[in-house]
């Protein structure tokens, strides 16, 4: 194989399997603290796309303003909705509510995409690229863009992770997904662990959208391909497994970018699904996780 050419696909696929990881941490990181799926996750992906697009192409601020804009509006928006529907539902509905937190989060999904069909249309609104040009090095390509969502989707992960491990909110949280009971006696708001790592995993999906407007313009059904590939990750990685989500994302990502390229078109969503089929039946635990080890 020529080296440009592997080189290229490489970079290709860190940069596709970044986006996936990011998807997929917030996303295991609500499942790891809570016990939920969150089927609504790639209409939180949506709703950061439309954020980007209004702050970067109507207001003309400079894009690192709509992913910190996309981020904390997300935020906001994800501690609300557990604060408001599902604190409310873990209340009510006793032992039954993880079952019906699935019926309420699809709920969700519906109502965002079809506000959003109402609000915006189905027209898809998107901004040519985050940092314009391309540096060639030995035949190689290295698209600005690109190199830019690596970085920061690879940075907002190592942040969260530093977040989680080492701060005194973050061992709360981490406190909390162990053992809710034992955290609650020694002090620990659980409740309040809940909605803030639902802010997080929400934020983790505003930004995800704000990145890959480039590449997911903002529509109602945006969220749609990132949040499938997403549910990917968190299986491949282990459920509540951030470093595991990471680690798969960026495996998926190699996997499609080479399968893109030597075979016929389709073909790496054969292999992806495969391998989580194959996974599934014989290390239902995950890839990178022995026993769906937790944040």
Same mark, same amino acid.
Request: proline residues 3%.
């Given at each position: 194989? %020529?080296?440009?050419?592997?080189?290229?696909?490489?970079?290709?696929?860190?940069?596709?399997?970044?986006? =996936? +990881?990011?998807?997929?941490?917030?996303?295991?990181?609500?499942?790891?603290?809570?016990?939920? @799926?969150?089927?609504?996750?790639?209409?939180?992906?949506?709703?950061?796309?439309?954020?980007?697009?209004?702050?970067?192409?109507?207001?003309?601020?400079?894009?690192?303003?709509?992913?910190?804009?996309?981020?904390?509006?997300?935020?906001?928006?994800?501690?609300?909705?557990?604060?408001?529907?599902?604190?409310? &539902?873990?209340?009510?509905? #006793?032992?039954?509510?993880?079952? %019906?937190?699935?019926?309420?989060?699809?709920?969700?999904? @519906? /109502?965002?995409?079809?506000?959003?069909?109402?609000?915006?249309?189905?027209i898809?609104?998107?901004?040519?690229?985050?940092?314009?040009?391309?540096?060639?090095?030995?035949?190689?390509?290295?698209?600005? %863009?690109?190199?830019?969502? &690596?970085?920061?989707?690879?940075?907002?992960?190592?942040?969260?992770?530093?977040?989680?491990?080492?701060?005194?909110?973050?061992? +709360?949280?981490?406190?909390?997904?162990?053992?809710?009971?034992a +955290?609650?006696?020694?002090?620990?708001?659980?409740?309040?662990? =809940?909605? /803030?790592?639902?802010?997080?995993?929400?934020?983790?999906?505003?930004?995800?959208?704000?990145?890959?407007?480039t590449? =997911?313009?903002?529509?109602?059904?945006?969220g749609?391909?990132p949040?499938?590939?997403?549910?990917?990750?968190?299986i491949?990685?282990g459920?509540?497994? /951030?470093?595991?989500?990471?680690?798969?994302?960026?495996?998926?990502?190699?996997?499609?970018?080479?399968?893109?390229?030597?075979?016929?078109? #389709?073909?790496?969503?054969v292999?992806?699904?495969?391998i989580?089929?194959?996974?599934?039946?014989?290390?239902?635990?995950g890839?990178?996780?022995?026993? #769906?080890?937790?944040?």
């Amino acid at each position: 194989m %020529d080296f440009s050419i592997f080189t290229q696909l490489f970079v290709l696929g860190l940069v596709r399997g970044t986006m =996936y +990881a990011l998807m997929g941490v917030g996303l295991s990181l609500i499942f790891g603290i809570m016990g939920i @799926v969150n089927f609504a996750h790639g209409e939180l992906f949506m709703v950061g796309c439309y954020i980007m697009y209004f702050v970067t192409a109507m207001l003309g601020l400079p894009f690192p303003l709509g992913i910190i804009a996309s981020g904390a509006g997300l935020l906001i928006v994800g501690f609300i909705l557990e604060k408001g529907l599902i604190s409310t &539902l873990r209340k009510k509905a #006793g032992r039954e509510w993880l079952m %019906d937190s699935f019926v309420l989060t699809i709920g969700l999904m @519906v /109502i965002f995409q079809n506000l959003a069909l109402i609000i915006f249309g189905a027209i898809q609104r998107g901004i040519p690229n985050l940092v314009a040009g391309s540096l060639v090095i030995k035949e190689v390509v290295f698209i600005y %863009d690109h190199m830019t969502i &690596l970085s920061l989707a690879t940075l907002t992960v190592g942040l969260l992770w530093s977040f989680i491990k080492y701060t005194s909110l973050g061992k +709360a949280i981490r406190a909390t997904s162990q053992h809710s009971e034992a +955290a609650q006696t020694l002090g620990i708001d659980s409740g309040l662990m =809940y909605s /803030i790592a639902f802010g997080i995993g929400a934020a983790l999906a505003g930004i995800s959208g704000a990145l890959l407007i480039t590449l =997911y313009p903002a529509n109602p059904n945006a969220g749609m391909g990132p949040v499938l590939k997403s549910f990917v990750v968190v299986i491949l990685g282990g459920l509540g497994n /951030i470093k595991g989500a990471f680690a798969a994302g960026i495996l998926v990502g190699l996997l499609e970018a080479f399968a893109m390229f030597y075979l016929a078109g #389709g073909w790496q969503n054969v292999i992806v699904f495969s391998i989580v089929i194959a996974v599934l039946v014989f290390k239902p635990a995950g890839l990178f996780a022995a026993a #769906g080890e937790r944040p």
